[in-house]
């Protein structure tokens, strides 16, 4: 097996050639925040937190989605990106209405997480407080678009592991939200399986079981990882 | 044979607004009335004359002399038939008089500092014949290059001229050109980016509408240069007479055997297909584009891998804007070393910009890069039409800057416009006058950036919003010290975080104004007060 050695915060780690610059942080135990990347699914680079920097490129480069390549020497918390962490997190709950004291997924959320990883204890930008709307139509789960944070994890994992595509993204900008089928009441998509992979992966509160109420969601956001091994390796994680 | 007296009417969009159609039909019937047949008059229909602002422009061809003249009223059009025909004794001194006052002099410097390599054949042919365009030497090149040259030949002469892209980013064109064509065997694909989104940029719309075929012919020649064999337009659904002409040019193409199977007998097949945009400013970023033409939602994905590499349907895909493939032929027909030898050391040839805004003469202007920035906007544009000196000129659009008067002489180079806090962009030039105020031209926008984002990442989606926010406390005037560090610490975040050029370049409104006009800023928020008593910004 191919292998490229590069230097993550002054530490050499070898990684297999192909593997992602998240992977080698990773073997150097560097904690580099991400949100929307989730193990086995397709990497967007949409969320921005993974972004490190290589000495000789200008530009910060996302982990999730940069290839480790031979002799990289990469900076994964630098004062500057320790900063721009925290303002991403503040932009998230500032574009939202995250209010964790009512929320399924209080305490099991990755962004309360990730808000406590970047030290953010306030946003200092305005609160937009947005009129969003929740989709209760499917008789098990529930959509509550004030929680979404965009992070395209259920969209992603409904398209690449499910194969049923019933998540997408609708309008732009500021507007942009998750659709269910041709932007209809999610009940009334007929490719929805009820598999409740999007609620597994789901990182906040926005996808849940009915069942739930504030503080019980208990996701398992380690499925789509399980499921790639399971079809690439034929590896299933009980044997 | 073309006869001796021929009046060319510009029917692009812009005279077109300006009553171009009503002022050809008058002339075509004041022809009649005049006795005379088209052999010994024609009026044609041609693109861009180029002084958009004075529409609608006739220019009147005689043996050894050409005039212009602008904002003619169809009640004219009986004087100029008469001007264009008889001696000039022979005019009614009257309808002379009337005639002069509309004259637009071919020898001023808007005019004569120009240098017209891409708009060579604007204004000259009639951008719905074909005929029209090959007997002014269009395909000419695309017929040697597949009879003489090889792929890599036509390569050579393109690294050779130094061209850089024209949609604002300014890679080396010849060097896209090997990265696609030196991909392992296998299909690829040539695209030109006409999805021309920046406000005040009217370049592209100018070429499309007036010269469709020169642009066939340099994507042909390119398609020929990194073996492709399928190539697509895409060009926003905003320009719908730009699109009505491509999409007949293509189809003249094809009939003539100029796209097909087998293109001048040789091996070389081209299909070139037109793809209308729905509207989203993003889609001009280039993997947005990309997908959009596949019908996919047009989102901007993480570069590598480049196009050049993997692009539509995964196969190498070679993508230039439409004033890149336009300037091929002419490089060719010329060779490298006539482009390189004009502009300067890093930026070679001529470059296309729309200017517009508070200047005398809006329009389309070619000159060659390096030109100071002074003259084109105050000797080729004439200044601010009162007479006021400039404030600031814009270039760039929404990924651009505002360059402050006393960097006028700064010349129009891509290294240059970038070292100002501005960029080449497209080629949008708007000047503008004392009477602006630069955190609402920042304001404006950014709220084109918050309308325009496609909301993928999080610093332009919520960033820009914030940024908007923050930018009408400016404007209205309650912005406080805090408020400033809060701008200047966003718009960093956002131009250094985002995923694509589009929320990277969003900043540079508010950051060039906050590094040229800070007073502006700081007067919004020292002493709002006073500042709203006096009316005075400083």
């Given at each position: 097996?191919?292998?490229?050695?590069?230097?993550?915060?002054?530490?050499?780690?070898?990684?297999?050639?192909?593997?992602?610059?998240?992977?080698?942080?990773?073997?150097?135990?560097?904690?580099?925040?991400?949100?929307?990347?989730?193990?086995?699914?397709?990497?967007?680079?949409?969320?921005?937190?993974?972004?490190?920097?290589?000495?000789?490129s200008?530009?910060?480069?996302?982990?999730?989605?940069t290839?480790?390549?031979?002799?990289?020497?990469?900076?994964?918390?630098?004062p500057?990106?320790?900063?721009?962490?925290?303002?991403?997190?503040?932009?998230?709950?500032?574009?939202?209405?995250?209010?964790?004291?009512?929320?399924?997924?209080?305490?099991?959320?990755?962004?309360?997480?990730?808000a406590?990883?970047?030290?953010?204890?306030?946003?200092?930008?305005?609160?937009?407080?947005?009129?969003?709307?929740?989709?209760?139509?499917?008789?098990?789960?529930?959509?509550?678009?004030?929680?979404?944070?965009?992070?395209?994890?259920?969209?992603?994992?409904?398209?690449?592991i499910?194969?049923?595509?019933?998540?997408?993204?609708?309008?732009?900008?500021?507007?942009?939200?998750?659709?269910?089928?041709?932007?209809?009441?999610?009940?009334?998509?007929?490719?929805?399986?009820?598999?409740?992979?999007?609620?597994?992966?789901?990182?906040t509160?926005?996808?849940?079981?009915?069942?739930?109420?504030?503080?019980?969601?208990?996701?398992?956001?380690?499925?789509?990882?399980?499921?790639?091994?399971?079809?690439?390796?034929?590896?299933?994680?009980?044997? | 044979?073309?006869?001796?007296?021929?009046?060319?009417?510009?029917?692009?969009?812009?005279?077109?607004?300006?009553?171009?159609?009503?002022?050809?039909?008058?002339?075509?019937?004041?022809?009649?009335?005049?006795?005379?047949?088209?052999?010994?008059?024609?009026?044609?229909?041609?693109?861009?004359?180029?002084?958009?602002?004075s529409?609608?422009?006739?220019?009147?061809?005689r043996?050894?002399?050409?005039?212009?003249?602008?904002?003619?009223?169809?009640?004219?059009?009986?004087?100029?038939?008469?001007?264009?025909?008889?001696?000039?004794?022979?005019?009614?001194?009257?309808?002379?008089?009337?005639?002069?006052?509309?004259?637009?002099?071919?020898?001023?410097?808007?005019?004569?500092?120009?240098?017209?390599?891409?708009?060579?054949g604007?204004?000259?042919?009639?951008p719905?014949?074909?005929?029209?365009?090959?007997?002014?030497?269009?395909?000419?090149?695309?017929?040697?290059?597949?009879?003489?040259?090889?792929?890599?030949?036509?390569?050579?002469?393109?690294?050779?001229?130094?061209?850089?892209?024209?949609?604002?980013?300014?890679?080396?064109?010849?060097?896209?050109?090997?990265?696609?064509?030196l991909?392992?065997?296998?299909?690829?694909y040539?695209?030109?980016?006409?999805?021309?989104?920046?406000?005040?940029?009217?370049?592209?719309?100018s070429?499309?509408?007036?010269?469709?075929?020169?642009?066939?012919?340099?994507?042909?020649?390119?398609?020929?240069?990194?073996?492709?064999?399928?190539?697509?337009?895409?060009?926003r659904?905003e320009?719908?007479?730009?699109?009505?002409?491509?999409?007949?040019?293509?189809?003249?193409?094809?009939?003539?055997?100029?796209?097909?199977?087998?293109?001048?007998?040789?091996?070389f097949?081209?299909?070139?297909?037109?793809?209308?945009?729905?509207?989203?400013?993003?889609?001009?970023?280039?993997?947005?584009?990309?997908?959009?033409?596949?019908?996919?939602?047009?989102?901007?994905?993480?570069?590598?891998?480049?196009?050049?590499?993997s692009?539509?349907?995964?196969?190498?895909?070679?993508i230039?804007?439409?004033?890149?493939f336009?300037?091929?032929?002419?490089i060719?027909?010329?060779?490298g070393?006539?482009?390189a030898?004009?502009?300067?050391?890093?930026s070679?040839?001529?470059?296309?910009?729309?200017?517009?805004?508070?200047?005398?003469?809006?329009?389309?202007?070619?000159?060659?890069?390096?030109?100071?920035?002074?003259t084109?906007?105050?000797?080729?544009?004439?200044?601010?039409?009162?007479?006021?000196?400039?404030?600031?000129?814009?270039t760039?659009?929404?990924?651009?800057?505002?360059?402050?008067?006393?960097r006028?002489?700064?010349?129009?180079?891509?290294?240059?416009?970038?070292?100002?806090?501005?960029?080449?962009?497209?080629?949008?030039?708007?000047?503008?006058?004392?009477?602006?105020?630069?955190?609402?031209?920042?304001?404006?926008?950014m709220?084109?950036?918050?309308?325009?984002?496609?909301?993928?990442?999080?610093?332009?989606?919520?960033?820009?919003?914030?940024?908007?926010?923050l930018?009408?406390?400016?404007?209205?005037?309650?912005?406080s010290?805090?408020d400033?560090?809060?701008?200047?610490?966003?718009?960093?975040?956002?131009?250094?975080?985002?995923?694509c050029?589009?929320?990277?370049?969003?900043?540079?409104?508010?950051?060039?104004?906050?590094?040229?006009?800070?007073h502006?800023?700081?007067?919004?928020?020292?002493?709002?007060?006073?500042?709203?008593?006096?009316?005075?910004?400083?």
């Amino acid at each position: 097996m191919a292998v490229v050695t590069l230097n993550v915060n002054g530490q050499d780690v070898a990684v297999p050639a192909g593997a992602s610059l998240l992977e080698a942080t990773r073997a150097a135990a560097a904690d580099v925040p991400t949100l929307c990347h989730l193990d086995g699914l397709n990497p967007v680079s949409s969320c921005r937190l993974c972004l490190v920097e290589v000495e000789g490129s200008n530009k910060l480069l996302p982990a999730c989605s940069t290839a480790a390549a031979e002799g990289m020497v990469v900076h994964t918390h630098t004062p500057r990106l320790r900063e721009y962490r925290r303002m991403a997190v503040e932009l998230f709950f500032a574009e939202g209405n995250h209010v964790c004291a009512v929320c399924v997924a209080n305490t099991h959320c990755e962004l309360q997480d990730m808000a406590v990883t970047v030290g953010m204890d306030h946003s200092r930008f305005p609160y937009q407080y947005p009129q969003r709307s929740v989709d209760a139509s499917h008789p098990q789960f529930t959509l509550d678009h004030n929680r979404c944070i965009l992070c395209t994890r259920c969209v992603r994992v409904c398209d690449e592991i499910e194969g049923a595509h019933v998540w997408d993204i609708g309008s732009r900008g500021g507007q942009c939200h998750i659709v269910a089928g041709l932007d209809e009441p999610w009940g009334q998509v007929q490719a929805c399986t009820s598999c409740g992979k999007c609620v597994e992966v789901c990182p906040t509160g926005a996808l849940f079981r009915n069942t739930d109420t504030t503080a019980e969601k208990q996701p398992d956001a380690s499925l789509p990882a399980l499921l790639r091994s399971a079809r690439d390796q034929h590896r299933w994680h009980n044997q | 044979m073309p006869s001796p007296v021929q009046v060319r009417c510009c029917d692009a969009s812009g005279c077109r607004s300006a009553g171009s159609q009503a002022l050809r039909t008058a002339l075509e019937g004041a022809r009649d009335a005049a006795g005379l047949d088209p052999s010994q008059l024609t009026i044609k229909p041609v693109g861009c004359l180029r002084q958009c602002g004075s529409g609608p422009l006739v220019a009147c061809d005689r043996p050894g002399r050409t005039q212009l003249f602008g904002g003619l009223a169809p009640e004219q059009a009986g004087a100029l038939i008469a001007e264009a025909t008889a001696d000039a004794t022979a005019v009614p001194a009257s309808m002379a008089d009337g005639l002069a006052a509309h004259r637009i002099d071919l020898e001023g410097p808007f005019f004569a500092l120009q240098r017209p390599v891409v708009l060579e054949g604007c204004g000259q042919v009639n951008p719905e014949s074909i005929d029209d365009a090959i007997a002014f030497g269009t395909y000419a090149q695309l017929q040697r290059v597949l009879q003489e040259l090889s792929p890599e030949q036509v390569r050579d002469e393109v690294r050779r001229s130094g061209l850089r892209g024209r949609g604002g980013a300014g890679y080396p064109t010849g060097l896209k050109w090997d990265t696609v064509a030196l991909q392992p065997p296998g299909p690829r694909y040539v695209v030109c980016n006409a999805d021309e989104g920046d406000p005040g940029a009217f370049m592209d719309r100018s070429v499309l509408e007036s010269d469709p075929h020169r642009l066939i012919e340099g994507m042909a020649i390119a398609a020929y240069a990194v073996g492709a064999e399928r190539g697509f337009v895409y060009v926003r659904a905003e320009y719908p007479l730009a699109i009505e002409r491509l999409r007949l040019a293509l189809q003249q193409a094809r009939s003539r055997h100029l796209l097909g199977n087998h293109i001048h007998g040789t091996s070389f097949n081209l299909r070139l297909e037109v793809r209308v945009g729905a509207g989203a400013y993003v889609c001009g970023e280039e993997t947005a584009l990309l997908l959009s033409i596949q019908g996919q939602r047009g989102m901007p994905q993480p570069r590598p891998p480049f196009p050049a590499q993997s692009g539509l349907w995964g196969a190498p895909t070679l993508i230039n804007n439409v004033e890149t493939f336009t300037a091929v032929p002419a490089i060719l027909r010329e060779g490298g070393d006539w482009y390189a030898a004009m502009g300067t050391e890093h930026s070679k040839g001529t470059k296309v910009f729309a200017l517009s805004g508070a200047v005398v003469n809006t329009g389309l202007v070619e000159v060659p890069m390096g030109t100071p920035l002074r003259t084109v906007v105050e000797v080729i544009g004439g200044g601010v039409p009162d007479g006021s000196p400039i404030k600031a000129v814009q270039t760039g659009g929404p990924s651009g800057g505002c360059i402050p008067a006393e960097r006028l002489d700064t010349p129009v180079d891509y290294e240059s416009l970038v070292e100002l806090g501005s960029m080449m962009g497209s080629g949008g030039m708007v000047v503008m006058g004392q009477s602006t105020s630069m955190p609402e031209v920042a304001r404006h926008f950014m709220g084109f950036s918050v309308n325009e984002s496609c909301g993928k990442c999080i610093p332009c989606r919520a960033g820009t919003v914030q940024l908007a926010q923050l930018l009408d406390r400016f404007v209205e005037r309650r912005a406080s010290p805090e408020d400033m560090e809060r701008l200047d610490a966003l718009c960093q975040m956002v131009k250094v975080t985002s995923l694509c050029g589009l929320g990277q370049s969003a900043p540079n409104p508010v950051l060039s104004t906050l590094r040229w006009f800070r007073h502006e800023y700081e007067a919004a928020c020292r002493e709002p007060a006073d500042a709203l008593a006096t009316g005075r910004v400083r």
